[in-house]
């Protein structure tokens, strides 16, 4: 399969969850746990600059915006950004939603304060792209947010992809704080700092290992 056709896949796996996805999803059911979460990791004593990579529903982007932040957020499924845009319509918000891939963001070099990717390294043909992408966003002294899980251990709560798209998904069993440390170095983040022990507990159901993580651009 062609990258083009493994992405057309996987977007349009997205696009069919899109508008049941916050329904079930841990953002929506622990809103308030996830913006303290994300609101120490961002450090921001002021309002910055955040674009939000693989936003789906707006998970970051809406908390971002609430906290005061301009934001940004990309999303390949249209269908995605649809509902992003209605849920951050619904408390008043003001995010520039746009559809586009991680690996074409219509945004400048070092453009960025904080860049952040939940739950999307695992989804990616090219995780390690995406962190690149990050880094190229960012503006020097700027932070990327990432946060992710062990999905393995939870199996009733993984992707249905096809087994031949799941294949070609490097993180799809989904990936630990340290591996995702190491790849957090390799594109240019040199020190992360964990937040997830700010949960009294993994904020997803079968206790998911997860981290959130933030790292600093020299
Ligand atoms: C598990 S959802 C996470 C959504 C959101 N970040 C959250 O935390 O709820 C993964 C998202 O990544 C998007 N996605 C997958 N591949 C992408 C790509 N190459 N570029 C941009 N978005 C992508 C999907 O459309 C989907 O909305």
Redesign the pocket.
């Known amino acids: 399969m062609r990258s083009e056709d493994l ?1 057309a896949a ?2 349009a ?3 069919a ?2 508008p049941l ?1 916050d329904g079930v ?3 929506v059911a622990q809103r308030d746990r996830w913006r303290d979460v994300l609101e120490a990791a961002f450090q921001a004593q002021a309002p910055r600059e955040v674009v ?10 809406i908390i971002a915006a609430s906290l005061g932040h301009h934001v940004r957020a ?4 249209p269908s ?1 950004i649809e509902a992003a845009r209605a849920a951050a319509r619904a408390p008043g918000l003001n995010v520039e939603f746009k559809v ?6 219509p945004a400048a070099d070092a453009s960025a304060d904080i860049v ?5 390294l ?5 995780p390690m792209a ?1 962190l690149r992408t990050a880094h190229r966003l960012l503006r020097p002294g700027g932070r990327v947010v990432v ?1 992710d899980g062990l999905w393995s251990v939870a199996p009733h709560y993984r ?1 249905t992809y096809a087994p031949e798209i799941a294949a070609r998904l490097p993180l799809h069993d989904g990936l630990t704080q340290i591996r995702a440390e190491r790849m957090l170095a390799e594109a240019g983040f040199p020190v992360a700092q964990g937040w997830q022990h700010l949960f009294p507990a993994s904020p997803y159901p079968g206790d998911v290992p997860v981290f959130v993580l933030s790292a600093v651009k020299p």
Request: include cysteine; glycine fraction near 8%.
């Open positions: 992405q996987v977007t796996h997205w696009s969850r899109a996805f999803a841990s953002h939000d990579l693989g936003c789906g529903t707006g998970a970051c982007a990309f999303d390949a499924s995605m586009a891939l991680i690996g074409d963001i952040t990717l939940r739950n999307v695992w989804t990616l043909e090219e995406a946060s992707a």
